[in-house]
């Protein structure tokens, strides 16, 4: 993709560093501008050098964040559910009673959750971010369970060693809070971790999945 020069001063999307008016940039859609200048890279698409994990993790977590607003904006301009009091087929509705309509929602309550795959049956592909959390984050003494603190967030890797597979933690967005779990916004939510996922696989990590559950 052919770099452009911005009217507008912005994040770069890979590494965070502001980006003036006539930077040279690259622009992927979804408003995720790429800066030329400000950090390597390689081009047409291809992956990153791998960065210290801390890094990678500011750089998903804003990634997410732009993703969340992005599918909000795109989806969540009606009303697509509508909440019912005493619906007809419902197993605790009463025929005596009337059917009325109590609220409406744009999405159903949901959350997202990201994986890593450990399992050794098919390589182990998320065994690089797991070793790389381990080696640069802080154990907890009574759970299988390691956190990586940043400016921006905390977050915490829990190990499962039953499935091979284990379960990362807190926001993915840098706002905090829950935004990125997206309670009451299970489309938007899982938008935003698998925006996670795809800008970690840029920095080298991979392995990296999604599902959505609804609450």
């Known amino acids: 993709m052919d770099p452009i020069t911005l009217k507008y001063t912005t994040d770069c999307h890979d590494c965070g560093t502001t980006l003036g008016v006539g930077a040279s940039v690259r622009w992927y859609g979804r408003g995720r ?6 950090h390597d890279s390689t081009d047409h698409g291809a992956p990153s050098v791998r960065r210290p994990l801390a890094y990678a993790l500011d750089a998903a977590s804003k990634g997410s964040e732009l993703a969340y607003d992005a599918y909000t904006a795109q989806h969540y301009k009606a009303p697509a559910y509508a909440v019912v009091e005493n619906a007809a087929g419902d197993w605790a509705s009463d025929p005596n009673k ?11 309550c949901g959350f997202a959750t990201v994986h890593v795959d450990n399992s050794r049956r098919n390589g182990a592909p998320g065994a690089q971010f797991i070793s790389a959390f381990k080696a640069s984050g802080k154990a907890h003494a009574h759970l299988p369970e390691w956190s990586i603190t940043t400016a921006t967030a905390t977050y915490r890797l829990h190990r499962s060693s039953y499935t091979g597979r ?8 840098v706002r905090g809070g829950y935004h990125g779990y997206g309670n009451g916004a299970m489309g938007a939510a899982g938008a935003s971790a698998e925006e996670f996922c795809k800008v970690l696989a840029a920095h080298g990590y991979v392995g ?5 559950r609804i609450d």
Request: glycine share 6%; hydrophobic share 40%.
């Open 33 to 38: 501008i790429y800066g030329t200048d400000c």
């Open 98 to 108: 009337p059917e009325r309509v109590v609220d409406i929602m744009s999405d159903v």
């Open 166 to 173: 284990a379960a990362l933690g807190s926001p993915w967005t």
């Open 208 to 212: 990296l999945s999604v599902t959505t």
